[in-house]
């Protein structure tokens, strides 16, 4: 089993630069895909970017795509989503989750365990 605790969530202005981090524990984490999911209110959880379990394929959604960045660190057992470019409508719950899939997936159902969630505010 794998648990995920995120973190870095704020209150930032708009164009401006947050970066969430995603701590699992687990023995088996390195062997999982990890993704980003984001839900605003009143929203389906949505998929934001996906990382493979060696860390050398990722996957973005077309919305955020140019400005985030997710990455891995294999020895910390951390996930980082670097968000740059910030928007009003970036605002939302983000979580991560661990997928078993090994090809990139974007799909909330390809996800097993999920993150508590952080907030991220965006103002204008």
């Known amino acids: 089993q794998v648990q995920l605790v995120e973190s870095g969530g704020g209150l930032v202005q708009a164009g401006g630069s947050l970066r969430l981090s995603c701590a699992a524990s687990?023995?088996?984490?390195?062997?999982?895909?990890m993704g980003w999911f984001r839900q605003a209110p009143g929203k389906e959880r949505e998929f934001v970017a996906a990382i493979s379990w060696i860390g050398t394929s990722t996957y973005y959604a077309d919305s955020v795509k140019g400005r985030f960045t997710i990455s891995r660190d294999g020895a910390k057992n951390t996930v980082y989503l670097q968000m740059n470019s910030l928007k009003p409508e970036d605002t939302a719950v983000y979580y991560c989750?661990?997928?078993?899939?090994?090809?990139?997936?974007?799909?909330?159902?390809?996800?097993?365990?999920w993150g508590q969630g952080t907030q991220v505010t965006v103002s204008s």
């Open positions: 989750a661990t997928t078993p899939q090994v090809r990139l997936v974007a799909g909330v159902a390809e996800y097993e365990y």
């Open positions: 687990g023995r088996t984490f390195r062997r999982y895909g």
